[in-house]
């Protein structure tokens, strides 16, 4: 069956520290590789995603990850997290239009 | 322009009852999307709609679940004799068309309680 899984459930960070939450896929088919974020008290936004082409992807706010089809990850990067980036971070894959998650990784940002 | 919203923001009901959860998408999105969220755990897939049909219902759990669009635009996700285990976010997204390369946006969810 094809499923997404986020290794890590909570990963505690300093501010300023560098930051990597890792997803692995199993799936048959082509991947459509998203990350999703949950702010405290707020509802899902789209962070970045894959669709094809370059294998690393950007978001606006200095979060980036990496398709590797080899390895089956997409893993999320920061280089210097902030406090506003606490939050919950889910991996997903659209499978015929629908999405299925992970498990979701939990950030916190400490100062 | 206005979001996705869902009303109500939370919902506590008795074990046997029947409830209703709704969903207005953003104006003009004519796929939209259930989801349920329990605690510590990923979203998982109920029912998407295209249009007014239900593209695929192979997420709702059994046969107490059912979601309705009959114009296209508003849906509402019924849930009949709540079980304690129902309880969860209920998650609405919606996108301009249903397909891999069209962004879902979603509400900020319904939390539903059975006592």
């Known amino acids: 069956a094809q499923s997404v899984t986020q290794l890590d459930s909570q990963v505690p960070v300093f501010e300023e520290a560098p930051v990597e939450l890792r997803c692995n896929y199993s799936?048959?088919?082509?991947?459509?590789l998203f990350w999703y974020v949950q702010y405290p008290n707020q509802g899902l936004q789209l962070l970045l995603k894959?669709?094809?082409?370059?294998?690393l992807v950007e978001s606006i706010n200095g979060f980036e990850a990496e398709f590797n089809k080899s390895q089956t990850s997409f893993h999320l990067r920061k280089p210097s997290v902030h406090i506003s980036d606490t939050a919950e971070y889910f991996c997903?894959?659209?499978?015929?239009?629908?999405?299925?998650f992970g498990q979701g990784t939990e950030l916190s940002v400490k100062p | 322009g206005a979001g996705v919203s869902q009303t109500p923001s939370n919902k506590v009901t008795e074990k046997g009852k029947y409830v209703e959860l709704r969903c207005d998408p953003i104006?003009?999105?004519?796929?939209l999307y259930w989801y349920r969220q329990s605690l510590g755990q990923g979203p998982e897939f109920l029912i998407y709609?295209?249009?007014?049909?239900?593209?695929?219902d192979s997420g709702l759990p059994n046969d107490r679940f059912f979601a309705v669009r009959p114009e296209g635009s508003v849906s509402t996700l019924k849930i009949q004799r709540t079980e304690r285990g129902d309880s969860a976010m209920y998650l609405c997204?919606?996108?301009?068309?249903?397909?891999?390369?069209?962004?879902?946006?979603f509400g900020p969810g319904t939390r539903l309680t059975v006592l």
């Open positions: 799936s048959s088919v082509s991947v459509y």
């Open positions: 894959y669709l094809s082409g370059s294998t």
């Open positions: 997903a894959f659209n499978q015929g239009g629908k999405l299925i």
């Open positions: 709609f295209q249009g007014t049909g239900a593209a695929d």
């Open positions: 997204a919606s996108s301009t068309t249903s397909g891999i390369y069209n962004e879902q946006f």
């Open positions: 104006s003009g999105h004519t796929a």
